[in-house]
């Protein structure tokens, strides 16, 4: 038996997919987001021990082990095998081949493929030992399980196509319409073609031959107006798919939580724009086509039936040929493809080392290094390249050579037909039109069921993102137009992040924020306070205990009203490609100069942007001006000040500036901040002295409460913090 292939749907996904596929080999059918969810899968994927515990958590009995050349002959199959670039494959099953022994993997990244040993080894074996996860059902391990109910019948391919069709009916109405004029006179030109030659040439009625040749231009006329056309009416509903999948994929994306993006490349949620592309061409282009393919097949094989039963038999004999040949290169193609793809996988990650770490290379010298190692990558795809010209080489003379010999043989036997009178001089000219036509559909066939597969995989990977809940999903509480009463509590608050290799963040956080009122938060780094303010925003949830708003569970509020009341400056806070303006009144699409001017003088940036020659329409970001680490920040001010919000979260906000413009930022902002909710995160004394309110946190745990003269009058850790600082006697 066989163990069935399922392809991962973003670059961390490859070891719940293996897992998956080692499942359904044992009659267990798993849905990837259920075993994502049991993997604690995150941006970096998952670790073995997650592995493991998933098998476990799942029914198998599962174990790591460390195992060289000749025990994964006798460890039991399939397992996982972790290979040392860091990606899970399913070794299906080890046997002896001609030249050696032979390991066939299922790489949930690329697909089956039959590796050498030695090939194996390159990619698992470390010091002669590669890591392994073997497992084996227990005794109550369950055969049936209700998710086999066909992840791909909700959401599958027919229900997106049949969708899309549905919307835009009267298009596909006219394109099928025109597609079947396209193909009528398609087929009646071989009829018109030997009638010309039996009843107009060999008769020698030159009146015939106008009729027909008459007839064939009207149908070719008919032909070339219908197919462009349909070609102008597929390019306008292409457009409009496109947009449609496009607009309707961005607007979820931004619906998501932010817990979602940690556990997701960037490169994965660009790649899905990709998958849009592919599933509208798909649509418009493939299904049409292989409509035409397929109405072409049909008619043109029994249009040759009748004309000559014994070319029709050989023509399919050659053509099984044909199949069988190609087919015969197809376990070396496939392994040469699966070499190139992880082998320039390997030389784009180097390059783009060699590109993002250059500061680093030069300082140490490493550059001759670096550039070795980029050879030997790229030597090796050389290497590979030119096996797979060979390889192409024998595969398309060989089919060549099968095509001219049909081809040679054909002709030969319609010459000897119409010799013998079986059939006309036009009934060879209509077998050899129809032979031409049925040449190309073949190999068609052939190409459009690896586009059904791709398109199917696109598919599942876009409704693995529609599947998520919204970020707002079943939250009722709007905070728009309240009064707020009361300010933020937490309630002994513990969170970490997903994965099980991840530590509690926070501990046992109980604080109030009070309304109206100035809380700065401090501690060393990595002591949990900038993700306290994330909790705060409802970027996560605690993982024990509750954030309260107002006196609402943050799990209940509309994080949407939430945020519209809050001016936050994060540490990693962003400058988008656009105008000054466009920075600054971020969420406002028709800004007010006046208020542009107050908050860029509120975070003393009015004038550096005044003096520039377009002033707030200066363009910012990559193509536009390069603003130093302390404009950026200013910017993040002016912008979180701009709505005049009643809460304000500051995340190290004056960290990049100097002593005098962060000084005079302060002054203002303390105007401004009067009687507003502000939650302050600095490491400087002079950001944090004049809070109403100061927490101290150390290793994820409040370890000090009070006012600056209370805690350094404690000489505990915040004294100590200050001390650093400002070298205070004891």
Not at 471 to 492: A, K, M, Y
Not at 549 to 558: A, C, F, P, T
Request: some cysteine.
């Amino acid at each position: 038996m066989r163990v069935p292939l399922y392809r991962q749907l973003e670059s961390s996904d490859c070891g719940p997919a293996c897992i998956r596929m080692v499942s359904a080999y044992y009659g267990k059918a798993y849905r990837m987001k259920t075993l994502k969810a049991l993997c604690h899968l995150t941006r970096i994927g998952i670790s073995i021990r997650d592995v493991v515990g998933c098998c476990e958590a799942i029914g198998f009995e599962a174990a790591c082990v460390n195992v060289g050349r000749t025990e994964v002959r006798r460890m039991p199959l399939p397992a996982i095998l972790y290979l040392r670039h860091g990606h899970f494959v399913v070794l299906e099953k080890v046997r002896a081949g001609r030249s050696g022994t032979l390991y066939t993997l299922l790489d949930p990244a690329y697909g089956r493929v039959c590796l050498p040993e030695e090939k194996l080894a390159e990619k698992w074996l470390v010091a002669g030992k590669g890591v392994a996860v073997v497992m084996s059902p227990k005794p109550d391990f369950r055969k049936i399980n209700p998710e086999r109910e066909g992840e791909e019948r909700r959401g599958g391919m027919a229900g997106v196509v049949t969708g899309m069709m549905r919307k835009y009916r009267r298009n596909f109405f006219w394109i099928f319409l025109l597609t079947f004029v396209v193909l009528g006179t398609s087929w009646a030109m071989p009829l018109l073609l030997g009638r010309t030659i039996d009843d107009g040439i060999m008769q020698k009625d030159i009146h015939v031959v106008w009729v027909l040749l008459l007839g064939q231009f009207a149908f070719f006329i008919g032909y070339m107006v219908s197919d462009n056309i349909t070609d102008l009416v597929t390019a306008k509903t292409s457009i409009r798919i496109n947009v449609d999948f496009i607009s309707r994929y961005l607007k979820k994306v931004i619906r998501l939580p932010m817990a979602f993006f940690d556990s997701t490349f960037r490169s994965d949620l660009i790649q899905r724009l990709g998958d849009q592309e592919r599933l509208n061409s798909f649509i418009t282009d493939n299904i049409m086509g292989m409509l035409f393919v397929v109405l072409n097949i049909l008619v043109f094989s029994v249009m040759l039936l009748v004309l000559n039963v014994k070319i029709f038999l050989l023509f399919l004999l050659f053509s099984v040929v044909s199949v069988i040949y190609n087919l015969f290169f197809l376990r070396k193609r496939k392994y040469l493809d699966y070499s190139l793809f992880t082998a320039e996988s390997e030389r784009r990650n180097v390059i783009y080392e060699m590109v993002m770490g250059m500061p680093e290379i030069k300082i140490n010298n490493a550059q001759q290094a670096r550039i070795a190692e980029w050879k030997r990558k790229e030597t090796r795809i050389n290497e590979l390249r030119l096996e797979s010209i060979y390889l192409n080489y024998y595969m398309s003379n060989g089919s060549n050579f099968i095509d001219r010999l049909k081809d040679i043989v054909l002709t030969g036997l319609c010459a000897f037909y119409v010799i013998q009178d079986h059939i006309t001089l036009g009934g060879m000219m209509m077998i050899s039109y129809v032979l031409g036509q049925l040449s190309g559909p073949v190999g068609e066939l052939i190409k459009f069921s690896r586009l059904v597969q791709d398109a199917s995989l696109s598919n599942r990977r876009l409704a693995d993102i529609y599947e998520k809940p919204d970020e707002n999903h079943e939250r009722t509480v709007s905070l728009d137009g309240r009064r707020f009463t009361q300010g933020i509590r937490f309630e002994g608050v513990s969170f970490r992040y997903e994965g099980s290799h991840s530590r509690y963040v926070l501990r046992h956080i109980d604080l109030e924020v009070p309304l109206g009122k100035t809380t700065a938060i401090v501690g060393a780094s990595g002591s949990g306070k900038t993700t306290l303010v994330k909790l705060l925003l409802g970027f996560y949830y605690p993982t024990e205990g509750s954030v309260h708003i107002d006196g609402e569970d943050i799990r209940n509020v509309n994080l949407d009203s939430w945020r519209a009341r809050c001016g936050v400056v994060m540490q990693d806070g962003f400058i988008f490609s656009g105008s000054v303006a466009d920075n600054i009144a971020l969420s406002d699409e028709n800004p007010t100069l006046e208020r542009l001017k107050h908050a860029a003088r509120l975070a003393r940036i009015a004038e550096r942007i005044e003096a520039l020659p377009m002033g707030y329409h200066t363009q910012l970001g990559e193509t536009g001006l390069e603003l130093s680490g302390g404009e950026k920040q200013r910017i993040h001010i002016a912008r979180a000040v701009y709505r005049d919000p009643d809460f304000l979260f500051f995340d190290e906000a004056t960290s990049s500036l100097d002593a005098n413009n962060e000084r005079e930022i302060i002054d203002n902002l303390e105007q401004f901040c009067r009687d507003k909710t502000v939650v302050i995160v600095a490491h400087r004394l002079s950001t944090v002295k004049n809070a109403d309110h100061i927490i101290v946190l150390d290793g994820g745990e409040i370890v000090e409460q009070g006012t600056h003269e209370e805690l350094t009058a404690k000489r505990g850790r915040y004294y100590q913090l200050v001390r650093n600082q400002l070298e205070l006697g004891t």
